[in-house]
C-alpha cells in the first residue's frame, strides 16, 4: 500500500498537480499589498497559500471561498499544524498568484456563518464539508490585521 500512495503522489507531481497536494513549505513570496475591496480575484483561485508562525513560516495549500465579504479557509475536524499555529499566533499571509496578503484568521463559531460557508463551499467545490458541525471543525475567517 505504501508503495502504491508513493507512486500516486509521484505522479501527481509529476503531471504538474503539485499545488493540489496539502504539502507545506516555509516563507511565501510575492508582493505584499493591502487586502483589496473586492476578493473576486483571490476566490476565483481553486487554491491558495497560507502561511502561519512568522517565526518559523509554515505554508500550506488550501481552498478558500468567501462568505459574507470575508475569505474563509477549513480544516474540517483536522487539527492540522496550521491550525495549532493559528491558536498561538492569529497573524497569517495568504498568497494568491504573486501578491501576498497579511491578514488575522479568527475561528468562527457561529452556526449561521457555518451554514452560509457550507453553501459557498459546495457551490464552489461541488460538495459539502463532511463535518458541519461549528464546534467540531476548525472554519477561520481571513481578515485585514487590526492595529
Known sequence: MRKLITAVLIGLLASGCAE??????GALEG???????????ITQDKIIQLETSA????SVNLWVVEVVDDLHVFAGDNKATWVEHIEQNPNVRLRSG???FELEAVRVNDP??????SEAWEAKYGNRPQNESVAQTYLY???PRSS
Request: aromatic content about 12%.
Open 112 to 117: 449561521e456563518i457555518f451554514a452560509l460557508f
Open 20 to 25: 493540489y497536494l496539502p504539502i507545506s513549505s
Open 31 to 41: 508582493r505584499v499589498l493591502p487586502l483589496p475591496p473586492s476578493l473576486d480575484r
Open 98 to 100: 504573486d501578491e501576498i
Open 141 to 143: 475567517r481571513l481578515r
Open 55 to 58: 517565526s518559523d513560516p509554515y
